[in-house]
């Protein structure tokens, strides 16, 4: 069995070994394998390609801006996604500007340990990809499967532009496959997770978990839902979601990030703008709740979607 | 990308010797040059022509120059928005710089981004973002990847304002390069204002290059007025990188003799400011310097003067008759990989 961390850690010691270009940079990522482990012993197997980064995420991103500019392939981890922020000029005004500007691609890949765990609170939790899925030049990716987390980090490593790896920190270790893939879809295609006629619900990473538990509780009272697990959010597959919705004629998209704008917002935008004639109901969507992330389990468990508010909202979908 | 207007490589600053004066000549060719090149643009600023700013080195070529010309082919500049003397040294061609303020499509930039946010980053000069600090870390991520790659003695210089040292990625990329004892040259040029922002609202330590002792690196003083000085204090820094010395902290005095851009009038800058030492154009000097040494005759000197004008009005002429931008031969793609971009397939552009 391998887990969805040990696909990541699997993915770079492939791409290491592969590529001579890629490099990993990080906060305690060396010899110490990384706050996750997500480097275990890559520093010693691929020496001096693996470096402890100071504390500063802007020279983080913006040194491997310019190694990628020279030709190399970084990947940055980031100790959480909530610290990319600090990082966040030079990704969206750098990374993500540069091939626009001057020609000049920057094959970067950030990877950011997304998503709420029990107990980690407001900063060590946050789910990011809306807010850089909003900026031009950005590849977002978010993996809800071992076999995902580790052939899509291998090939945000071999894309030519900046991509944003979101990893959900609680599919680490939870999630288990049997091996790792031999094939896989490509970035920008969709899956459908489960296949259904009465409902679609269009979710990705640790959600795609949340929604087929609920479409199996749903499945023992007689109803089919449909799960689309999104894979990347940018580029964003709307024909596989209008495809799915012209069968079901119903939609809920569910997303762990703040509900203001963001991915739930984008998937119902283009239903509604280029299939609403497709529409049996209004479409609908569950998000976390509109404050930060709290610390305490009880609060945690209550502020994200679950399977359980997953069904709820389902049924009322399936009802109007 | 060494050389491409019309001085050939210049060597740095190695001493005042017979090949001192050759350099400190061609150094203040460029300088020449930068100015009446800015100056021609600033005047199609003024006559309604530039769209968006226009940002100029008045009283700051001798530092600009000083960097661009101890660097060579191979070695990464990250200049800024008052670098026009050095990008010259270093090898930009007047085109580049004429074309981009036009918004001719044949430019590097080709209308997407305008007058002093341009370069040629294959060839080594960074398009400045304008979020000042962010170039440094980029500049040491080039150096690094020249380290993986085996590529030894290259230099990155990076050109920063008294203003930018204020910033957060400043001390990020400062710490960064001591830590990987990288062959960085910082040139800070403290022209005593940031925009109207005089220094004692910026910092309070007594003098900038004090920083370099908290960061573990050498740092240098210079008279930003003074050519000679920065040609030496700025080569020997970037030789000292150039040969393991790790990074190197220069700070050149000068005033910004200049708004802050073509749109400021800068009357918040003390008209007395002006007559003190700090106040002297850099440029006058150093022709008067030539002069004195007699390194060159008047008529020379006015040859020069008379070739950067040709020059400049050439690469104006030109850069006006270039084609603008068209939208509808605008590809609209930010991304390299062209199957990734979310476009007209997804979202119908809107018919007008
Ligand atoms: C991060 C950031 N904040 C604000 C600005 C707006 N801005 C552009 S130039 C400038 C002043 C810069 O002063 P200084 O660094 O001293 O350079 P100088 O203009 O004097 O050459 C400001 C505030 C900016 N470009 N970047």
């Known amino acids: 069995?391998?887990?969805?961390?040990?696909?990541?850690?699997?993915?770079?010691?492939?791409?290491?070994?592969?590529?001579?270009?890629?490099?990993?940079?990080?906060?305690?990522?060396?010899?110490?394998?990384?706050?996750?482990?997500?480097?275990?012993?890559?520093?010693?197997?691929?020496?001096?390609?693996?470096?402890?980064?100071?504390?500063?995420?802007?020279?983080?991103?913006?040194?491997?801006?310019?190694?990628?500019?020279?030709?190399?392939?970084?990947?940055?981890?980031?100790?959480?996604?909530?610290?990319?922020?600090?990082?966040?000029?030079?990704?969206?005004?750098?990374?993500?500007?540069?091939?626009w500007r001057s020609g000049v691609s920057c094959p970067i890949t950030v990877r950011l340990p997304s998503g709420g765990?029990?107990?980690?609170?407001?900063?060590?939790?946050?789910?990011?990809?809306?807010?850089?899925?909003?900026?031009?030049?950005?590849?977002?990716?978010?993996?809800?499967?071992?076999?995902?987390?580790?052939?899509?980090?291998?090939?945000?490593?071999?894309?030519?532009?900046?991509?944003?790896?979101?990893?959900?920190?609680?599919?680490?270790?939870?999630?288990?496959?049997e091996s790792l893939p031999k094939e896989a879809l490509p970035v920008g295609k969709a899956r459908i997770s489960r296949a259904g006629r009465d409902a679609t619900v269009v979710t990705y990473s640790a959600m795609v978990h949340e929604a087929l538990a609920a479409a199996d509780e749903l499945a023992a009272e007689g109803w089919e839902i449909e799960v689309i697990d999104l894979r990347s959010i940018k580029p964003l597959d709307t024909d596989t979601v209008l495809a799915s919705v012209a069968r079901t004629g119903r939609v809920l998209a569910v997303g762990e990030a703040w509900p203001w704008g963001g991915v739930t917002a984008e998937v119902l935008a283009r239903v509604s703008t280029e299939g609403f004639n497709l529409l049996d109901a209004p479409p609908m969507r569950l998000n976390s709740k509109d404050t930060p992330v709290p610390f305490h389990p009880n609060l945690w468990g209550t502020h994200r979607p679950t399977a359980r508010t997953i069904s709820l909202a389902l049924r009322e979908l399936l009802r109007a | 990308m060494k050389g491409m207007l019309p001085l050939s490589e210049a060597p740095h600053a190695a001493g005042r010797t017979s090949d001192f004066s050759e350099t400190y000549r061609r150094a203040y060719r460029w300088m020449l040059l930068a100015r009446v090149a800015e100056e021609k643009i600033a005047s199609l600023y003024r006559g309604g022509k530039i769209t968006g700013g226009v940002f100029v080195g008045r009283g700051q070529e001798a530092i600009s120059v000083a960097?661009?010309?101890?660097?060579?082919?191979?070695?990464?500049?990250?200049?800024?928005?008052?670098?026009?003397?050095?990008?010259?040294?270093?090898?930009?061609?007047?085109?580049?710089?004429?074309?981009?303020?036009?918004?001719?499509?044949?430019?590097?930039?080709?209308?997407?981004?305008?007058?002093?946010?341009?370069?040629?980053?294959?060839?080594?000069?960074?398009?400045?973002?304008?979020?000042?600090?962010?170039?440094?870390?980029?500049?040491?991520?080039?150096?690094?990847?020249?380290?993986?790659q085996g590529k030894k003695h290259t230099v990155g210089a990076v050109s920063l304002g008294d203003g930018a040292t204020s910033t957060g990625a400043?001390?990020?990329?400062?710490?960064?390069?001591?830590?990987?004892?990288?062959?960085?040259?910082?040139?800070?040029?403290?022209?005593?204002?940031?925009?109207?922002?005089?220094?004692?609202?910026?910092?309070?330590?007594?003098?900038?290059?004090?920083?370099?002792?908290?960061?573990?690196?050498?740092?240098?003083?210079?008279?930003?007025?003074?050519?000679?000085?920065?040609?030496?204090?700025?080569?020997?820094?970037?030789?000292?990188?150039?040969?393991?010395?790790?990074?190197?902290?220069?700070?050149?005095?000068?005033?910004?003799?200049?708004?802050?851009?073509?749109?400021?009038?800068?009357?918040?800058?003390?008209?007395?400011?002006?007559e003190t030492h700090l106040g002297r154009d850099c440029l006058s000097v150093a022709e008067e310097h030539i002069r004195s040494q007699k390194w060159a005759d008047a008529t020379t000197i006015e040859a020069w003067h008379r070739d950067s004008h040709t020059q400049v009005e050439e690469a104006v002429a030109h850069s006006l008759r270039e084609a603008a931008p068209d939208p509808a031969r605008e590809d609209w793609c930010a991304l390299s990989s062209r199957h990734l971009q979310e476009g007209p397939e997804i979202h119908p552009p809107l018919k007008y």
């Open chain 2, 67 to 148: 960097t661009g010309i101890a660097l060579r082919d191979g070695d990464i500049f990250a200049p800024l928005i008052r670098d026009q003397a050095g990008r010259l040294a270093f090898g930009e061609s007047l085109l580049d710089f004429t074309l981009t303020y036009l918004g001719a499509r044949s430019g590097p930039m080709r209308g997407r981004d305008g007058n002093v946010h341009r370069g040629r980053p294959r060839e080594g000069l960074l398009p400045m973002i304008s979020h000042l600090g962010a170039m440094g870390s980029v500049v040491n991520g080039m150096l690094l990847a020249h380290r993986f």
């Open chain 2, 170 to 274: 400043f001390h990020e990329f400062i710490n960064q390069a001591a830590v990987e004892n990288l062959p960085l040259v910082l040139v800070i040029t403290n022209n005593q204002f940031a925009y109207s922002t005089p220094t004692s609202r910026q910092f309070v330590c007594a003098d900038l290059v004090d920083k370099a002792i908290g960061y573990g690196v050498r740092g240098h003083s210079v008279d930003g007025t003074d050519l000679a000085a920065c040609l030496e204090t700025i080569g020997g820094a970037v030789q000292t990188a150039r040969e393991g010395g790790g990074p190197q902290f220069v700070v050149a005095t000068s005033l910004r003799l200049s708004g802050h851009g073509e749109h400021d009038d800068s009357h918040y800058i003390p008209p007395q400011l002006r």
């Open chain 1, 117 to 177: 765990t029990p107990g980690s609170g407001p900063f060590h939790s946050q789910s990011l990809e809306a807010l850089y899925a909003h900026y031009p030049g950005l590849i977002l990716l978010t993996p809800a499967t071992v076999e995902d987390a580790y052939s899509m980090l291998l090939e945000a490593v071999a894309i030519d532009d900046p991509v944003i790896f979101c990893e959900h920190k609680y599919l680490y270790y939870h999630l288990k496959a």
């Open chain 1, 1 to 99: 069995m391998i887990t969805y961390l040990e696909a990541i850690r699997e993915a770079q010691s492939e791409a290491l070994e592969k590529d001579p270009r890629v490099y990993i940079y990080g906060q305690d990522i060396g010899n110490f394998g990384g706050a996750f482990k997500a480097t275990k012993n890559l520093a010693h197997r691929f020496p001096g390609r693996v470096l402890d980064s100071p504390i500063s995420e802007d020279a983080m991103m913006g040194s491997a801006i310019g190694a990628a500019m020279q030709g190399m392939r970084p990947i940055v981890e980031m100790q959480f996604a909530d610290f990319s922020t600090v990082g966040f000029n030079q990704i969206v005004n750098q990374a993500a500007t540069l091939f």
